[in-house]
């Protein structure tokens, strides 16, 4: 199983954006989508493999955390942005009504949301898999060996902070792409062809 | 310099589709907008030594060339698809009254449509470029020593036909990413990380 965490640091946590207008009303939830399609998507195919936690600290409520689980997902994730930001609004609108910090709904099977901190999912991850922090200066993705359940962390447009980086340090090993700054879902979509080329589940 | 040239079995060539709903009203070219976004994206930046060719073969006016030159590109691409399609159209609207075929027109700085067909723009790019065919059963990159120019030819969701491939064979090594059938954007964000590791410009 791979994991992708995407901790989003202006995402809304409202489903109060124009799927017109994605990247000026959304807090950059289109990034979010581009992830999701490169996290799930092959050419006419779908890799049940692959989890993705997207974790909003945008305005108005944050935080809310999105757990898509491929292996139970029934909804059609489409390659175009737009029809995947429905989804996350659907679970935004859901989501609103959540008051435990715990508890998490299920908006589709296999879709959920819940009010899980970025700290939380982290925790929650380390129980079953590796955890890796794709960062520009960490070791290069062939370097490393990979084994059993991997996840990993990624910031979005803006990267991840100095808090986050400090939650990171001592449990996930920096690991990197390459040396320049990529967008979250070209490093996604790299990861996903470099464990197949390993025979990583 | 590195050039993209992806041919489109069914993209519109005409701006008569719907940004609403580009999937289902313009022949897929959203699949394109999300190729030229892993052309020439980076987090944060451009990439100026970047070409790509989008030669669109769906209804009514096949063919339609449009070329995107990154040195000389002065409108802004976003990330998001939506912006992008928009691009597309204008060069589209354009593109009707063009009558000669060997004329081209520039929409805006960088941004070129003519009526050339796919043989004539593998033609002009093997002037001054090594071609290289994307395909599942290619060379594995890795094992490819590039050098000076190199063009990467793509086809589109639904791949090129057997007259495309007789084109190529014999001017065009193929090459691959995995083994596996990846969406094109993902493929050419591949080959753009796995060019910057090498060096190759």
Request: hydrophobic content about 40%; charged content about 25%.
């Amino acid at each position: 199983m791979r994991t992708f965490i995407i901790k989003s640091n202006e995402g809304r946590t409202k489903a109060d954006f124009s799927l017109r207008d994605l990247p000026g009303t959304s807090g950059r939830i289109d990034v979010l989508c581009r992830v999701l399609n490169a996290a799930f998507l092959l050419s006419h195919g779908f890799r049940k493999n692959v989890r993705v936690w997207l974790i909003l600290y945008g305005p108005p409520n944050p935080p809310k955390a999105l757990r898509f689980e491929g292996p139970e997902l029934r909804v059609r994730l489409n390659p175009d942005e737009r029809s995947t930001a429905k989804l996350i609004m659907r679970a935004l609108e859901l989501g609103e009504k959540l008051r435990e910090p715990g508890k998490e709904l299920e908006v589709y099977p296999g879709l959920y949301v819940s009010n899980r901190t970025f700290e939380d999912v982290l925790r929650l991850t380390l129980k079953n898999s590796t955890l890796y922090y794709l960062h520009e200066a960490g070791e290069p993705l062939e370097d490393v060996r990979f084994s059993g359940n991997v996840a990993f962390v990624l910031g979005d447009h803006r990267g991840l902070g100095r808090e986050d980086e400090a939650l990171l340090d001592g449990v996930a090993e920096r690991v990197s792409v390459g040396r320049r700054s990529y967008l979250a879902s070209h490093v996604v979509a790299c990861v996903n062809i470099h464990l197949d080329s390993l025979g990583i589940p």
